[in-house]
């Protein structure tokens, strides 16, 4: 069975950073698209960052010079690097992998940035 588990959140002060990780059990490395999510209570689940098994990215505007999205397919693991977190990036972040037309997602983790 097919797992994603996040690690890498926690609470932070404006203007530091973080790295999500994601690891998931195998299938990373043959995945047609991988990505992070973000959403908040009573919220609409926002696309964060996403790359295509090609390279192609994508980066929510909110973020777009902050975050980086990449994959090491050795550890079988994807990483969101987030750089000058605001307190506006508060919320649970979620990873999900998409292989052979079926989407993977994890638990999700919580990111808390205090001004």
């Known amino acids: 069975q097919v797992q994603l588990v996040e690690s890498g959140g926690g609470s932070v002060q404006a203007g530091e950073s973080l790295r999500l990780s994601c690891a998931a059990s195998?299938?990373?490395?043959?995945?047609?698209?991988m990505g992070w999510y973000r959403q908040a209570p009573g919220k609409r689940r926002e696309l964060v960052a996403s790359?295509?098994?090609?390279?192609?990215?994508y980066y929510a505007d909110s973020v777009k010079g902050r975050f980086s999205i990449s994959r090491d397919n050795a550890r079988d693991t994807m990483y969101l690097q987030m750089n000058n977190l605001q307190p506006e990036d508060t919320y649970v972040y979620v990873c999900?992998?998409?292989?052979?037309?079926?989407?993977?997602w994890g638990r999700g983790i919580q990111v808390t940035v205090s001004s």
């Open positions: 999900t992998v998409e292989k052979s037309g079926r989407d993977y």
């Open positions: 195998g299938i990373i490395s043959s995945a047609n698209s």
């Open positions: 790359v295509k098994d090609y390279g192609r990215t």
